[in-house]
């Protein structure tokens, strides 16, 4: 039967921009990050929730008989004591202040009946209108729960934003690193097949000399040994290379199902031919400490901490409220049919203040007859308060963990400067040296072979300088991705790489909550 041939891949021309917009689009590490910030941007809107004004209503209906032990109970001839029945309705609107302070407006209305013999109104209407205002003296004046929720909110929305730049930078710089692996492994399979072709034509120029009787059989073991030698270096080669863009790939697609997982990608772009780099270490250094998104991270967790230990040193102090409140209360109604005071009484003893019904409730309101006035202060002292000193403590030596954690990262984000600097310019000069190297050993292998075409060397000395080439065509090869690959991490580690790029991070938003609402 016969064996149907495996298709080859189809290859994928693809450019260093094309693989940078593939993975920012595409890449998991990068879509978690977004999650994270959008979470971040939700948090900060649920805490400034705590600011959205509060209404609450509340209607009821009620019939009551209260037990009266007095004598004057007012209970109708034969009863224990008076019962009242009625309606009465609610409606308040609370207010968070930004003091840290809260304010109420609040109104109520009711109708009653009763059969209370000494009331004078039944029905009477009774309504109210106030204001209240509570202001915090002492403690929660500077910091309160919800300012604290929102401070802590907005700082972790700026901690989530630098984490999302500095995943993107670091998925940008790997796959730029991926990149140019991936082009200088393919050009290690190009130098090794060379070298293998190089070594097939110096195998059958021996074999022709043997034939011709120039050389003997022995000196056919020589080229053969380095011919498959070279092959198993070729092979070896193709599977980095294979290696390389699986590395690639991992980083530019999200979906193990994706197709392009079975094309062959090839690097469109070239490396340019870079001149000697000169890297200004004191510039890069202030750019790296106001940029690079790792300061930032650290900046926010030490400015969290910071609020913290603010919130956590308020609570130690005592609760001195202001309380102050101003209503003003209504009162109407008709004269009670059951009235039977102790005392003789007018014939009509209701007032004329009061005769009416709502309306005229809501009028001794406006007329102001009923006021209620009060101002005071209210003072809460926890006595010994351990608690809340362990906190502040506890808070205090957090904060200053976070001072140091931001002072190690400015370090380490100065390392990481200097070292690339020195990689930066190391890189190139070991491609000048490279490249020298690459020409000398060209250089080496013609006049090798025209010794050996004249018959002045053997195949062993061809070979050597075949090998010598080969070497110093990867070392080259090396040399320019290291080079390129330098550059890279000498942009991150001066946090000018998305910038140079021309990526930029948009602001996040809220986190989107279910289609078809809560359940």
């Known amino acids: 039967s016969l064996a149907l ?22 890449n998991v590490d990068l879509r978690v ?40 109970s007012g209970a109708p001839t034969g009863e224990l004591a008076p019962s009242t029945s009625g309606y009465v309705a609610s409606l308040g609107l609370s207010q968070l202040l930004p003091t840290g302070g809260t304010v109420a407006l609040t109104t109520s209305a009711s109708r009653d009946e009763t059969t209370n013999v000494f009331s004078i109104l039944s029905p009477s209407w009774s309504t109210a209108i106030g204001l209240e ?34 995943v993107t930078a670091e998925i940008v710089a790997a796959v730029e690193r991926a990149f140019w692996s991936l082009l200088a492994a393919r050009r290690d399979v190009e130098a090794r097949g060379s070298a293998v072709a190089l070594a097939e034509k110096q195998k059958a120029d021996v074999e022709a000399r043997v034939e011709a009787g120039t050389l003997s059989e022995a000196d056919l073991s020589s080229p053969v040994a380095e011919l498959e030698r070279r092959r198993g270096d070729l092979f070896a080669s193709r599977e980095a290379a294979a290696r390389a863009e699986n590395a690639l790939k991992a980083l530019l697609l999200a979906d193990p199902a994706d197709p392009l997982w079975s094309s062959r990608l090839v690097p469109a772009d070239e490396p340019d031919d870079p001149s000697p780099a000169t890297p200004d270490v004191d510039a890069a250094l202030a750019s790296a400490t106001a940029l690079r998104p790792e300061v930032a991270e650290a900046a926010a967790r030490f400015d969290r901490l910071a609020v913290e230990d603010e919130a956590a040193r308020d609570r130690t102090r005592p609760q001195l409220d202001l309380v102050a409140a101003y209503s003003r209360r209504g009162l109407a109604g008709e004269q009670n049919p059951g009235l039977n005071p102790p005392f003789p009484v007018e014939a009509d003893s209701v007032p004329d203040a009061v005769d009416g019904g709502l309306g005229r409730s809501y009028g001794t309101i406006r007329e102001g007859r009923f006021p209620d006035a009060s101002v005071g202060l209210a003072l809460t002292v926890p006595l010994g308060n351990r608690a809340a000193r362990a906190d502040a403590a506890i808070a205090r030596s957090s904060r200053t963990q976070a001072e140091l954690a931001l002072l190690r990262t400015r370090q380490a984000v100065e390392v990481e400067v200097r070292n690339a ?36 060397s053997t195949s062993f000395f061809v070979l050597t300088r075949q090998n010598d080439l080969t070497q110093a065509r990867l070392a080259e090869t090396a040399a320019l991705a290291d080079l390129r690959k330098a550059r890279v991490e000498w942009a991150r580690a001066a946090g000018t790489l998305l910038s140079e790029r021309r990526i930029e991070i948009e602001d996040t938003d809220p986190a989107q909550g279910p289609d078809g609402g809560t359940r």
């Open 5 to 26: 041939a495996a298709a080859p891949p189809v290859e994928l021309p693809l450019t260093l921009a094309e693989a940078r917009a593939r993975a920012l689009e595409k």
């Open 33 to 72: 990050e977004r999650e994270n910030a959008a979470i971040s941007a939700s948090g900060e809107l649920r805490s400034e929730g705590a600011y959205d004004p509060t209404l609450r209503a509340d209607a009821r209906w009620r019939d009551r008989t209260d037990p009266v032990n007095s004598i004057l």
């Open 421 to 456: 600097a020195v990689a930066l310019e190391t890189a190139g000069q070991r491609l000048a040296a490279a490249r020298a190297g690459r020409a000398a050993a060209e250089t080496q292998l013609e006049a090798e072979a025209e010794r050996f075409d004249a018959g002045l």
């Open 133 to 166: 205002l509570r202001q915090p003296l002492l403690r929660n004046l500077s910091v309160d729960p919800a300012r604290l929720s929102l401070r802590v909110a907005r700082v972790d929305r700026t901690r989530s934003a630098a984490s999302l730049a500095r």
